[in-house]
């Protein structure tokens, strides 16, 4: 029993700071080492990609539930039985220009990437990515 | 003489002017002048103070360090230095931590962010993107692609990009690391 809770402690162990490299890929990249130390990011730079973040994350949260809301007005009336095509049209146009909005605020957050980080490393970002995507492609 | 005709001076007299000359009239110290009686008996009580004096300096202890007699408290420049001098000092330290604080708050060094933290913003990016890419109830996005074009393998740079940034969800480069 100890040896088996022993092997499962050692598999937790390992099994803890892989999953958690698998998860922290996404998200805040500028929080990876690995690319952190590519990209030569500094402190402050990180903070501020931080600050820009956090800034970004309101706006774009209330974005997201007001798409969210008209998808659920757009789904009403898709499934009356008699379906009021212009109504739907009408909604459906609302809806994509609430997913618009939040288009235009996550870019926002890209150009506020750029502003931090400079064009010489932003475009060191994508050649990463495309590094990044001929390893996933092999 | 006209000194002859007055008095000589009187124990008490004599006694004042030991002290200061000008303790006693202008006539008696005239006299005092004068007379030699009178001079010499004051010499003699003036001689006499001067030992006594001497002797008690050179019988008393020396003081084991210097002393001062304290200051009068009313003194006007006493009661407004002190103060002065403290509104002064309070005003430079809060000056100086003033000062300070926004360089600590400029302090380089990022705060740790929980795993937590990053795996809730990780959802948030994942479903904002997958809204931008597909806005349509979840019913209907399988049954629109079905019927909807090929999509454009040349993507913009915008959503490829954030394709990088943040995959979506299922996709195989979910596993994959930076290294």
Same mark, same amino acid.
Request: hydrophobic share 40%.
């Given at each position: 029993?100890?040896?088996?809770?022993?092997?499962?402690?050692?598999?937790?162990?390992?099994?803890?700071?892989?999953?958690?490299?698998?998860?922290?890929?996404?998200?805040?990249?500028?929080?990876?080492?690995?690319?952190?130390?590519?990209?030569?990011?500094?402190?402050?730079?990180?903070?501020?990609?931080?600050?820009?973040?956090?800034?970004?994350?309101?706006?774009?949260?209330?974005?997201?539930?007001?798409?969210?809301?008209?998808?659920?007005?757009?789904?009403?009336?898709?499934?009356?039985?008699?379906?009021?095509?212009?109504?739907?049209?009408?909604?459906?146009?609302?809806?994509?220009?609430?997913?618009?909005?939040?288009?235009?605020?996550?870019?926002?957050?890209?150009?506020?990437?750029?502003?931090?980080?400079?064009?010489?490393?932003?475009?060191?970002?994508?050649?990463?990515?495309?590094?990044?995507?001929?390893?996933?492609?092999? | 003489?006209?000194?002859?005709?007055?008095?000589?001076?009187?124990?008490?007299?004599?006694?004042?002017?030991?002290?200061?000359?000008?303790?006693?009239?202008?006539?008696?110290?005239?006299?005092?002048?004068?007379? &030699? /009686?009178? !001079?010499?008996?004051?010499? %003699? $009580?003036?001689?006499?103070?001067?030992? #006594?004096?001497?002797?008690?300096?050179? *019988?008393?202890?020396?003081?084991?360090?210097?002393?001062?007699? &304290? /200051?009068? !408290?009313?003194?006007?420049? %006493? $009661?407004?230095?002190?103060?002065?001098? #403290?509104?002064?000092?309070?005003?430079? *330290?809060?000056?100086?931590?003033?000062?300070?604080?926004?360089?600590?708050?400029?302090?380089?060094?990022?705060?740790?962010?929980?795993?937590?933290?990053?795996?809730?913003?990780?959802?948030?990016?994942?479903?904002?993107?997958?809204?931008?890419?597909?806005?349509?109830?979840?019913?209907?996005?399988?049954?629109?692609?079905?019927?909807?074009?090929?999509?454009?393998?040349?993507?913009?740079?915008?959503?490829?990009?954030?394709?990088?940034?943040?995959?979506?969800?299922?996709?195989?480069?979910?596993?994959?690391?930076?290294?």
């Amino acid at each position: 029993m100890i040896k088996r809770l022993l092997i499962l402690a050692l598999l937790m162990g390992v099994a803890a700071p892989w999953a958690h490299a698998q998860e922290s890929y996404k998200g805040r990249w500028w929080r990876l080492p690995a690319v952190a130390e590519k990209m030569q990011l500094t402190e402050t730079e990180i903070r501020q990609l931080d600050n820009a973040f956090e800034a970004a994350r309101d706006p774009m949260i209330e974005l997201k539930g007001r798409v969210e809301i008209e998808q659920k007005k757009l789904r009403a009336l898709m499934e009356q039985s008699t379906l009021d095509e212009k109504a739907v049209l009408s909604q459906h146009r609302k809806q994509e220009a609430a997913r618009t909005q939040l288009a235009d605020a996550r870019f926002a957050f890209l150009m506020q990437v750029r502003k931090i980080i400079g064009p010489d490393r932003f475009n060191k970002l994508l050649e990463i990515r495309d590094e990044e995507r001929k390893l996933w492609n092999r | 003489m006209k000194f002859e005709r007055e008095p000589h001076l009187t124990r008490e007299e004599l006694l004042a002017a030991a002290v200061d000359l000008k303790d006693i009239a202008a006539t008696r110290s005239t006299h005092l002048n004068a007379c &030699p /009686e009178c !001079r010499r008996r004051h010499e %003699r $009580l003036t001689g006499m103070l001067a030992r #006594l004096g001497r002797t008690a300096q050179d *019988l008393a202890p020396a003081p084991s360090r210097p002393f001062r007699l &304290p /200051e009068s !408290r009313n003194s006007g420049r %006493r $009661l407004f230095t002190k103060p002065l001098y #403290l509104i002064g000092f309070t005003a430079a *330290l809060l000056l100086a931590i003033v000062i300070w604080q926004p360089q600590r708050g400029s302090d380089p060094s990022t705060e740790p962010i929980t795993a937590a933290a990053l795996a809730q913003d990780r959802h948030l990016m994942q479903s904002i993107d997958a809204l931008v890419e597909n806005a349509l109830p979840a019913p209907y996005q399988a049954l629109a692609s079905i019927q909807a074009p090929q999509r454009n393998i040349e993507t913009t740079i915008e959503d490829d990009f954030f394709d990088w940034i943040v995959p979506n969800v299922g996709t195989e480069t979910v596993g994959k690391s930076l290294s």
